[in-house]
């Protein structure tokens, strides 16, 4: 009669290690599904899951070329403009040389041109004074035979000089006449550089940049030629377009790349923001500037403080990483998360965030 009344009892001792193995499995997987699904599947207070936000940069030249040099490795980190490559730069050098004598060249022309134009100008307004002088002394000759065409008149009338001597001093009259008056109307019409007042030292310099301008501006153009080579030299550095680190060397040096293909990728972030996934439950709850909780998947992470700067009006597909399971759909609420004082985390670095 003891052994039957022990029997029970002992039957439980046995089997107490194997329920406590059942409970221990059982909390075990509860956990793992609460870690797996980040609180998903315990409702809309559960936790969602965040990413470090991350932007990627491709850069990449604007021409075909071979690249001379990589100057940085993966991992490193850059400052925005900071030379990452250099492409082969040897053909635009030379006809940069070229179009440096070129220019040379031209401006020794507008030189020699702005020379010989002097002195054409200038033995233009020589002429222009002979000229001058030239008129004002056919007018007093003209005057003053006038004024003997007045006496000899008067003595041909009275038959004191033979006609041929008041015939021929009539003939140089209108000679001087004839002179006189195509320089009136040179004058008048600004023929020959003959206008009503003196050309001056102004309307000398300008005679001589009218004919000087042509080539003026064949230097204006070669300069201009020059600055786009310089330009298209400076776009063989290619350069980091942000603040970053250097993600992956996708060609080597020596390679011959394409307009537009990438030579290497860096990757940069806004300090401490993230990218969260709120489920369906927790979307309606969200607000813009409501605190948070972040939490590493690190056991015993402590939490950080943040709060909602950017809120998706939408709900949308989930990304694969924020799933409960990564190969089911799953819909949710996109949202940017702002770390209190920043903190120190890598881009694409995964947390959990819960609405405060």
């Known amino acids: 009669m003891q052994l039957a009344s022990a029997s029970p009892w002992l039957a439980a001792v046995r089997a107490a290690p194997r329920r406590l193995f059942y409970a221990i499995t059982v909390a075990a997987a509860v956990l793992g599904f609460v870690a797996l699904t980040h609180g998903k599947g315990l409702g809309s207070n559960g936790n969602a899951v965040a990413y470090v936000e991350a932007i990627h940069y491709a850069v990449s030249p604007i021409a075909l070329g071979r690249i001379d040099t990589l100057v940085v490795r993966v991992g490193e980190r850059v400052k925005q403009g900071q030379p990452l490559a250099l492409m082969d730069a040897r053909d635009l050098t030379a006809a940069r040389e070229k179009a440096l004598a070129q220019l040379a060249q031209l401006e020794a022309a507008v030189v020699a041109s702005a020379q010989d134009e002097e002195f054409q100008v200038t033995r233009s307004e020589l002429w222009v004074l002979k000229a001058r002088a030239d008129e004002h002394g056919d007018r007093a000759q003209l005057a003053e035979i006038s004024e003997r065409m007045a006496r000899l008149d008067a003595l041909l009338d009275q038959q004191m000089i033979p006609a041929a001597q008041a015939e021929a001093a009539r003939e140089k009259q209108r000679q001087l006449a004839a002179r006189v008056e195509t320089f009136d109307q040179a004058k008048t019409r600004g023929q020959a550089g003959l206008t009503q007042s003196g050309a001056g030292n102004h309307e000398h310099g300008r005679a001589v940049e009218v004919h000087v301008e042509p080539v003026r501006r064949a230097v204006a153009v070669q300069q201009a030629a020059l600055r786009q080579i310089d330009l298209q030299i400076e776009q063989l550095t290619l350069r980091a377009p942000t603040e970053g ?112």
């Not at 590493?296 to 992470?301: R, V």
């Open 245 to 356: 680190v250097i993600t992956t060397l996708t060609h080597r040096a020596g390679e011959v790349v394409a307009a537009g293909s990438e030579v290497l990728t860096l990757v940069s972030s806004r300090p401490g923001v993230l990218t969260v996934e709120l489920s369906e439950g927790m979307a309606t709850r969200a607000k813009l500037g409501q605190g948070v909780t972040v939490r590493s998947k690190e056991l015993f992470a402590r939490g950080l403080h943040g709060r909602l700067i950017e809120l998706s009006p939408e709900v949308d597909e989930m990304l694969d990483r924020a799933r409960p399971s990564p190969g089911i759909a799953a819909w949710g609420r996109r949202a940017t998360v702002q770390l209190d004082g920043g903190g120190e985390v890598l881009p694409g670095q995964a947390f959990s965030v819960a609405l405060d």
